[in-house]
Structures are given as structure tokens and as C-alpha cells.
């Protein structure tokens, strides 16, 4: 099985970036599509990007952060990356990484306005 360990949150104002970063452990890392989600209070999980092994590592987003998100993955790192720019307060959450049914513990993202 694989476990899953997200660094790079922190406090950003509103038109900067971050860099997201998801530690994989465990043999099978490559044979799993990954994907980060987020969190604010009071709201449920809401998806915001995955990356498929298959299909030349086909990405998608979710829509509020199309275009100002990268999702992209190191396999001889066994690490998955969310390269986020342009940040909104609204992006203010705790992303989680995701692979099948393994979830990292999180990390904070808070954008200052």
C-alpha cells in the first residue's frame, strides 16, 4: 500500500504561489492515478486536480482553478506535485493527496487578501 505525505502549505497573499508536494511510499506508486483535493471549514472535500497514470499522464481540473493550477508527478521521485499561482483567499483550504482510497494527512494553504 501506499502512504502519502503533503509539505509545502504556508501563508501566501492573494496573486501569489505555491508549490505543493505529496511524498509516496510503497512499491505500487506508479500503478495509481493520483489527485489533490482541498477543504475549507464548513465545506466539504472538493476536487482539484488529477494526474492519470495511463494516457501519457492525461491531467484534469477542477474548474475554479483551471489555468492557474499544475498538477504533475515524479515517478523516480515517487512524488506528486500541485504547482499553484495567481492564489485567491478563496483558495484557502487544507489540500489533501490522493491516490485510490490512501489519504495524506494534509497540509495548510491560507491566502491572504
Known amino acids: 500500500q501506499v502512504q502519502l505525505v503533503e509539505s509545502g502549505g504556508g501563508l501566501v497573499q492573494a496573486g501569489g504561489s505555491l508549490r505543493l508536494s505529496c511524498a509516496a511510499s510503497g512499491r505500487t506508486f506508479s500503478s495509481y492515478n493520483m489527485g489533490w483535493f482541498r477543504q475549507a471549514p464548513g465545506k466539504e472535500r472538493e476536487f482539484v486536480a488529477a494526474i492519470n497514470t495511463s494516457g501519457g499522464g492525461s491531467t484534469n481540473y477542477g474548474e475554479s482553478v483551471k489555468g492557474r493550477f499544475t498538477i504533475s508527478r515524479d515517478y523516480a521521485k515517487n512524488m506528486l506535485y500541485l504547482q499553484m499561482n495567481s492564489l485567491k483567499p478563496e483558495d484557502t483550504a487544507v489540500y489533501y493527496c490522493?491516490?485510490?482510497?490512501?489519504w495524506g494527512q494534509g497540509t495548510q494553504v491560507t491566502v491572504s487578501s
Open positions: 490522493n491516490a485510490g482510497a490512501r
